[in-house]
């Protein structure tokens, strides 16, 4: 029902083309249906009668411009429909909230299943050419002989309904289940294709494209499997209606026999059930396609509603603007991806405007902090508070207003160095973004290169070096202004005295400085904090200024420096 609701509003707006388009469909089945009358004419009054010529002349004229009202107003129609829902569900994909996976569903199987329910509009004219058989093929049939009519004409579209209902119910589920296998097959290719290089240095183009191949076997299996059903229900709908033909023929001959129909009646009346034949005969092959464009429906507004679901939360912004600075805690979180906890009573309290570090060996769950606090999972329990709110009692999006982020390993979107460093705020200035560029020790390659900031980054940032790369996404993350900053290993691609000079400009005392928290192994960063927390087992161990626990040589710093983890960089 769902399905149903979410591709009638979209239809919704184009009932007024539609009404039009299925007007002029049936002016021109008209015309069609009255083109023997007119050829007859032509004939017998032997060319003389110009009105009758100009008659007919005038009919087909009428026809030509149904038929072409039809097509612009169907076919626009039908685009208009997939720009809509296509819009609708990007929106939604680009905000869906799913514990931090983003739907794995492709771009591609997105494009498809919005393709199928657009097409669902081609198929509305089909239905009204069926029905109009239908309906005109049982009038004529039951005033040439309601006889025979009323023998044939229960079984007939008793027998059709419930083969369509039927072929309708069994190409939904293999629609699904080749929805699903399909969805596998294209993300395993979207992934390699995303990394192609990595296939090429490892040589593993032909392995990965048999892998590919595998997978498509899976969705030609599903498919062969409903295509079997499908020839099996032909099989026995073909020979059904065959049969009643013949019933039909000897009921028929008997009539005549009786004197009660007359031959030419009865030849008449074959043609006029074609009609209803034919009709039945569409709506059989028809609801299949239905069924099969509502299924991409109930994928594309499963979507939509995940969507909605997860954002029911507050909608007025709990912190005023001007934003200062705010204070952040974790207060003993617990956290598991799945079977191993990750984060073990973890408890970390900064104050506004303070700088830490967040130090430990690779893996022991400082990402995954920062990824709590942007609320792209949720704790398993204890509470994380910006200000003294907790979050989960905040919108999402609003929690993110006061986060800003520079991830590892970034990616930059946009087409030039401006675009990705603009992308971080709302119109930026050129002064704002030169400025975050300086703050972010990027500003001088940037000025090196021929084009300055408008130098194309490539997909991703793939035109620029990593490290060139980074200093642009720490830039991205310092135009918002945010009263927090979230900083994941952000120099990890630079040499020691570009990290050193970063690590000066980004963490230096100023004022309205935002309360920076840094996952690091960078010493460079974490003589530059005020403060450093150690991570161990899932949980702060140690925290202080870098210089006391450092001090400490059984402490879990010193350890973690002995065992050669931390480096300038
Ligand atoms: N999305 C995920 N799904 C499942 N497990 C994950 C996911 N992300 C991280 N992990 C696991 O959680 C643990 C902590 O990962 P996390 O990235 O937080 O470590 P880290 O301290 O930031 O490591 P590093 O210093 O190497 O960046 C690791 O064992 C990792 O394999």
Redesign the pocket.
């Known amino acids: 029902m769902e399905a149903d609701a979410w591709l009638l509003r979209h239809l919704w707006p184009e009932v007024a083309p539609l009404t039009l388009g299925a007007g002029a469909l049936a002016v021109a089945s008209f015309v069609n249906f009255r083109t023997g009358a007119q050829l007859k004419n032509a004939i017998e009054t032997d060319g003389e009668g110009r009105r009758s010529v100009l008659h007919s002349l005038l009919l087909f004229g009428l026809g030509a411009v149904a038929g072409c009202v039809r097509t612009v107003t169907f076919d626009s129609a039908s685009e208009r429909l997939r720009a809509s829902m296509a819009a609708e569900v990007f929106a939604a994909k680009l905000l869906e909230e799913a514990q ?1 996976k983003a739907d794995s569903a492709s771009v591609a199987s997105m494009d498809s299943d919005v393709a199928l329910c657009a097409d669902f509009i081609l198929k509305l004219q089909n239905l009204v050419r069926y029905t109009s058989s239908i309906v005109g093929g049982t009038v004529t049939m039951f005033r040439a002989s309601w006889k025979l009519s009323a023998a044939v004409w229960p079984l007939l579209v008793t027998g059709a309904l419930h083969g369509a209902r039927a072929g309708a119910k069994r190409s939904a589920k293999s629609a699904q289940a080749l929805a699903e296998k399909r969805e596998e097959a294209l993300a395993f290719a979207e992934e390699r294709l995303q990394h192609v290089d990595l296939v090429r240095w490892f040589c593993r183009a032909e392995a990965e494209a048999k892998a590919f191949r595998r997978l498509c076997d899976a969705s030609v299996e599903i498919a062969s499997r409903s295509a079997r059903v499908r020839g099996v229900s032909h099989l026995v709908l073909d020979w059904a209606a065959k049969s009643v033909l013949l019933g039909l023929a000897s009921l028929g001959s008997q009539l005549v026999a009786r004197g009660e129909l007359t031959a030419g009646e009865l030849t008449s009346y074959f043609f006029h059930a074609s009609f209803l034949g034919l009709g039945l005969y569409g709506l059989v092959g028809l609801m299949p396609e239905v069924a099969v464009a509502r299924t991409a429906a109930a994928r594309l507004a499963a979507t939509v509603t995940r969507r909605k679901e997860a954002n029911q939360v507050p909608a007025a912004p709990f912190f005023k603007k001007p934003l200062k600075p705010l204070s952040l805690s974790f207060q003993d979180v617990h956290f598991r ?2 079977e ?1 906890e ?1 984060l073990r009573g973890f408890s970390l309290t900064l104050a506004a405007g303070e700088t830490c570090a967040l130090v ?10 920062l ?1 709590l606090l942007l609320r792209d999972f949720d704790a398993t329990s204890g509470k994380i508070c910006v200000g003294d709110q907790a979050i989960q009692t905040l919108a999402t999006e609003e929690v993110r207003t006061l986060i800003s982020v520079a991830p ?1 390993a970034p990616a930059l979107l946009g087409a030039s160095v401006a675009d990705a460093i603009a992308f971080g705020a709302v119109e930026p200035s050129t002064e704002q973004i030169e400025g975050a560029a300086k703050a972010a020790s990027a500003h001088s390659f940037v000025k090196s290169r021929p084009q300055g900031y408008e130098t194309p980054v490539g997909r991703g940032g793939e035109l620029l070096s990593g490290g060139e790369r980074q200093r642009l996404a720490l830039a991205r993350a310092l135009i918002r202004e945010s009263p927090i900053l979230l900083l ?2 952000p120099t990890s691609g630079l040499d020691a005295t570009t990290a050193a000079a970063l690590a000066q400009a980004v963490l230096s005392q100023r004022p309205g400085r935002p309360t920076t928290l840094v ?1 690091t ?1 960078s010493l460079a960063l974490i003589r530059n904090c005020d403060t450093v927390a150690v ?1 161990s087992g899932g949980r702060v161990e140690q925290r202080g200024k870098f210089s006391d626990l450092i001090s400490d040589s059984a402490g879990h710093l010193a350890q973690i420096m002995r065992s050669g983890e931390l480096e300038e960089t």
């Open positions: 931090g991806y799945s191993a990750v430990g060996h690779s893996g022991c769950g400082k990402t995954s902090a990824r590892q994941d290993e996952a192994h991570v």
